[in-house]
Antibody, heavy 119, light 106 residues
Framework: EVQLLESGGGLIQPGGSLRLSCVASGFTFTSYVMSWVRQAPGKGPEWISA????????MYVDSVKGRFTISRDNSKNTLSLQMSSLRGEDTGVYYCANIGGWGTFAGNWGQGTLVTVSS | IVLTQSPATLSLSPGERATLSCRAS??????LAWYQQKPGQAPRLLIY???NRATGIPARFSGTGSGTDFTLTISSLEPEDFAVYYC?????????FGGGTRVELQ
């Protein structure tokens, strides 16, 4: 059974930093580009970042460039997202998922972790 | 690539046919997926690469289209099908989602 288990969310003040993690199991982690997708309250999903199978290629949506860093540890089947200079508009549920890019796709999502940026 | 879904809301009864549209601002070839999302849950993959049903998805769900115009059809709505549906393209960066279509009970 495919499982993606996110952790690290919470309440953080504007300007603060947070690190999210996602542990994968049940599939060949090293075969898939992995992404972070967020969903603001009452809104649709928004892709924010992806990392290639080897960890050397990364992509970001413009709104998080320079503030968020995606990485993966293939030895631990783990995906991470380091978030800094957080803003209110970064509030939402953050999902890890393998939803495509550079030729790979599986469509699996984790259950999500909630990030709330507020003073 | 901007994905525009229509209608925003579809009010139907169980047993009726639902037709959801997703239009892309430029061609995504066949790389279009459909997801279903219920409150408090993660999106669930229904259809990938335009017309392929994901594992375990009932045959009443079908996808068609190519290029810029895509359709998700639910042939006969079951009570558990009332939810929000999103399309997503993986043809080019950034990956993008449509704004969603809510299928609600009439």
């Amino acid at each position: 059974e495919v499982q993606l288990l996110e952790s690290g969310g919470g309440l953080i003040q504007p300007g603060g930093s947070l690190r999210l993690s996602c542990v994968a199991s049940g599939f060949t982690f090293t075969s898939y580009v992995m992404s972070w997708v967020r969903q603001a309250p009452g809104k649709g999903p928004e892709w924010i970042s992806a990392v290639g199978v080897g960890g050397d290629r990364t992509m970001y949506v413009d709104s998080v460039k320079g503030r968020f860093t995606i990485s993966r540890d293939n030895s631990k089947n783990t995906l991470s997202l380091q978030m800094s200079s957080l803003r209110g508009e970064d509030t939402g549920v953050y999902y890890c998922a393998n939803i495509g890019g550079w030729g790979t796709f599986a469509g699996n999502w984790g259950q999500g972790t909630l990030v709330t940026v507020s003073s | 690539i901007v994905l525009t879904q229509s209608p925003a809301t579809l009010s139907l009864s169980p047993g009726e046919r639902a037709t959801l549209s997703c239009r892309a601002s430029q061609s995504v070839t066949i790389y279009l997926a459909w997801y279903q999302q219920k409150p408090g849950q993660a999106p669930r993959l229904l259809i990938y690469d335009t017309s392929n049903r994901a594992t375990g998805i009932p045959a009443r769900f079908s996808g068609t289209g190519s290029g810029t115009d895509f359709t998700l059809t639910i042939s006969s709505l079951e009570p558990e099908d009332f939810a929000v549906y999103y399309c997503q393209q993986r043809h080019s960066w950034p990956l993008t989602f449509g704004g969603g279509t809510r299928v609600e009970l009439q």
